[in-house]
């Protein structure tokens, strides 16, 4: 039986192909921190976060059998690494009050410039997986959260809808399996993903005024209030409808994308 068909059992390939990545992304993640130079609250948050991704990718790709970590996969490996540090100078600004803005605008802007990358090397190498987009989607959802946080020290709590919005999904999705539907692809959503991201670094950078801050961050988040509705809309209007034997009717198949 191959490794593939039975993921509890993995081969050397199985090995090489996951682990490794893993054991270099924690060793790149150490060395990012030691470069950025966190106090002990950074550290204990770049270490909780390193240890949650490679447990939860491990088990995410074991679960798939996946053999081995794709370019494109790699390529959102680096983003969440560089998110780590985010993730500990947004820790460390909460403990001291420090803001080390040239240090977190840098990592954070090329961890969202690579946001543009790792799809188009899966479609160039013809790598796309249902793995990939799952962990790309994460990862993007994390970044947008860390980023609210720091910016809710800016701008004031209301940020953190933003980072907040897609695990409040994930929550109303526990209650309600239709949530859980298949989704369209909607570039729309895909821009406004993207927005949000460059909106908080725009805002947390400190270039603008204020008050243009908060103007640019209130258009993101009702940009992003306005797609997630349109994917509740979509899932609403072709959720299951129980029929007259009272089972329940198809859905619509779509390939599965962030609201």
Do not use: C, N
Not at 51 to 71: C, D, T
Not at 113 to 118: E, G, R, T, Y
Not at 178 to 198: D, E, H
């Amino acid at each position: 039986m191959t490794a593939a068909l039975d993921p509890l059992r993995p081969s050397s390939t199985v090995v090489d192909g996951t682990t490794r990545p893993l054991v270099a992304a924690a060793v790149g993640l150490v060395a990012l921190l030691s470069a950025l130079g966190p106090g002990p609250v950074g550290w204990a948050a770049g270490a909780g976060y390193g240890a949650a991704l490679i447990v939860l990718l491990a088990g995410a790709a074991r679960r798939a059998g996946a053999v081995a970590l794709g370019p494109a996969d790699l390529v959102t490996l680096s983003r969440a690494v560089l998110i780590g540090g985010v993730a500990a100078l947004v820790a460390d600004h909460l403990a001291t009050g420090a803001a080390p803005v040239w240090l977190l605008v840098p990592v954070a802007s090329v961890a969202l410039a690579l946001d543009f990358v790792d799809g188009k090397v899966a479609r160039h190498t013809g790598t796309v997986s249902a793995l990939g987009a799952r962990f790309d989607m994460e990862v993007d959802a994390v970044a947008v959260l860390v980023l609210s946080v720091y910016a809710a020290t800016l701008l004031g709590p209301w940020t953190l809808a933003i980072g907040a919005m897609r695990y409040a999904y994930v929550g109303a999705s526990w209650l309600l399996p239709w949530l859980r539907g298949s989704l369209p692809t909607r570039w729309s959503a895909k821009v406004v993903a993207a927005v949000q991201g460059i909106a908080l670094v725009v805002a947390i950078s400190g270039v603008l005024p204020v008050a243009a801050s908060i103007a640019i961050v209130a258009v993101a988040l009702a940009l992003l209030t306005w797609s997630f509705g349109q994917s509740v809309g979509w899932l609403w209007r072709h959720r299951p409808v129980p029929s007259g034997r009272g089972d329940a009717g198809p859905v619509v198949p779509a390939p599965r994308v962030a609201p």
